[in-house]
């Protein structure tokens, strides 16, 4: 891992062996109690009182306030999470992988070292999510009755985008009411972008080697979401509203780094190292 360092974000002390012997740094997030050896969002400049609501984005302020300027020039950089990994290969997608990891074959098939074929890249995002066809008639009924019932075509599938997705389980008009506050340089393109995408990104994860790509993206996403405190502030209640933030960055790193590089995407598997116990021999 000698070209990689991969910053692994936890809510709970109990991750640090498992994270340590992955030779992944231990970062932990929000207000619980740690022992040393841990990276502290709370440290240094930092939005930690706001991890409720920015999950994994109060480690990316930290990380662009605190470190990124002590980053190497061509060091890979990368995020991941206890329930969230990257895999070691492109040859099976985040679905697949997600039905076949388990506690015996989750370290052959963790991230340890950069892939020859990231060589023409300087962005790697996590595989898409698609959108279009996530809908049960439960859900549409449960959550977007209303919606349907000012127009009747709107769950037909070629409607079914990244904002009608986000108006469903997020809150209606909410993600217009968030890109009416960006910079006029990305406004019309990321309206265009979520009217007309049917996936995006997984994960608010990434891993970069431009120091410059960084700190562009982490300006830009940050102006942004502090803009919406003003209209959303944080008196939230329920998961999707809650970590509004966090749900509006998922949306925006994917539009952002694909209007601004060439990102590969790549695989990220879920398994939750809560609930499942991790062979630690062989690590390395």
């Not at 989750?106 to 809908?135: A, H, M, R, T």
């Not at 994960?203 to 405190?229: G, P, Q």
Request: hydrophobic share 35%.
């Amino acid at each position: 891992m000698k070209n990689l360092k991969i910053y692994c974000m936890c809510l709970e002390d109990h991750h640090l062996e498992n994270i340590k012997a992955l030779n992944y740094i231990p970062v932990g997030l929000g207000k619980n109690n740690f022992r040393d050896g841990w990276l502290r969002d709370y440290e240094g400049q930092n939005i930690s009182n706001k991890n409720q609501n920015y999950g994994e984005y109060t480690f990316y302020y930290w990380f662009w306030k605190n470190e990124l300027n002590k980053v190497l020039e061509n060091q890979w950089i990368g995020f991941s999470g206890y329930r969230y990994h990257w895999s070691n290969q492109n040859k099976i997608k985040s679905d697949e992988l997600n039905n076949i990891i388990n506690e015996k074959n989750f370290l052959s098939n963790i991230l340890k070292e950069p892939d020859p074929s990231w060589e023409n890249y300087d962005v790697i995002l996590g595989d898409p999510i698609f959108v279009n066809d996530k809908y049960k008639l439960s859900k549409i009924f449960k959550k977007g009755l209303k919606i349907l019932s000012k127009n009747i075509y709107a769950f037909k599938k070629e409607n079914r985008n990244i904002k009608l997705q986000f108006d469903v389980f997020h809150g209606e008009g909410l993600l217009e009411k968030a890109i009416d506050l960006l910079d006029e340089n990305e406004k019309k393109d990321f309206l265009y972008y979520v009217n007309n995408s049917y996936s995006f990104n997984r994960e608010n994860l990434f891993i970069c080697r431009s120091k410059k790509l960084m700190d562009a993206y982490f300006t830009s996403v940050f102006s942004w979401l502090e803009r919406c405190e003003s209209i959303f502030g944080f008196n939230l209640e329920g998961y999707a509203k809650t970590r509004i933030y966090a749900f509006l960055a998922e949306r925006y790193i994917s539009y952002w780094f694909n209007k601004y590089s060439n990102p590969l995407e790549w695989p990220i598997f879920f398994f939750d190292t809560n609930k499942n116990k991790i062979n630690l021999k062989n690590t390395n």
